[in-house]
């Protein structure tokens, strides 16, 4: 009997690992074999065959990434691959598998995967989204595949707070503050994304690398990109950071 439970127990979990392969089979190759490919001097971009949405895409990316590379110390062109999918649905199976549309994430239309970025066709923008969103979308995971290179690492309050300061994320305004709780010491160290969601980190984190850029430089916040030691940086603990940071949100000039 003993024996019996042995082998059912190592076929359930040969099924497991098997199912589990399966399912990520999509994200295995970004590029499709009908994409066609756009060479820029900061981006490639690749996509299926909304061509006039991808031709937009890749003039706003090419253009605006200039800024962000050199921003980030970079001097020359890194392999940044941006892919771009007529579906949101394929999109989402790239990132997370065969299961990833089953998800119910509507508002999911780009994330990154290294120096790759994979991105929902703005002709086809989802339920959530607009043409204009995804556009502009695609500069903000930009920011994190050239973060990447530097600290693949890196902490999620950091990496999501300098991708929102440098693509031009939405404003923050002092009047947010009658309705949302300033994010806690222990949220801002949350690697989790959903955690760093429903704390308000897409409203929060780049206002704390604009803190750390008009109090420090921003030479101080790229030293702190690649080696997130806030002693060296600073030479003050991540902790006495964000006091200072919760007191310049508190006295907000807008």
């Known amino acids: 009997m003993k024996k019996k ?65 050199k921003k980030l110390g970079f001097t020359e062109k890194e392999n940044i691959n941006i892919y771009i999918y007529d579906s949101q649905a394929t999109m989402q199976r790239k990132k997370y598998g065969f299961i990833g549309p089953l998800l119910g ?35 903000h995971e930009i920011v994190h595949a050239y973060i990447s290179v530097l600290n693949p690492d890196i902490d999620l309050w950091l990496t999501e707070g300098v991708a929102l300061y440098l693509a031009n994320g939405e404003e923050f305004y002092k009047e947010y503050l009658e309705t949302m709780s300033i994010p806690s010491y222990s949220d801002i160290c949350t690697r989790n994304p959903v955690r760093f969601s429903n704390c308000g980190g897409y409203t929060f984190a780049t206002t704390y690398v604009e803190y750390l850029d008009v109090t420090y ?23 006495d950071i964000y006091q200072e940071w919760v007191e310049y949100i508190k006295n907000y000039y807008q």
């Open 105 to 139: 994430l509507d508002w999911y239309i780009g994330d990154n995967i290294g120096t790759n970025v994979i991105l929902t066709s703005p002709a086809n923008p989802g339920a959530m989204h607009n043409y204009d969103s995804v556009k502009y979308a695609v500069l």
């Open 5 to 69: 439970s042995i082998i059912i127990g190592f076929f359930i979990m040969v099924m497991i690992c098997l199912l589990f392969f399966i399912n990520f089979i999509p994200t295995f190759h970004l590029k499709s074999a009908d994409m066609s490919l756009l060479e820029g001097q900061w981006v490639n971009v690749y996509y299926e065959k909304e061509k006039d949405a991808a031709t937009d895409t890749f003039n706003y990316a090419d253009t605006a990434t200039e800024f962000i590379a």
């Open 217 to 239: 430089g921003w030479d101080s916040v790229l030293e702190l990109i690649k080696t997130e030691d806030y002693m060296l940086c600073f030479g003050k603990s991540q902790e």
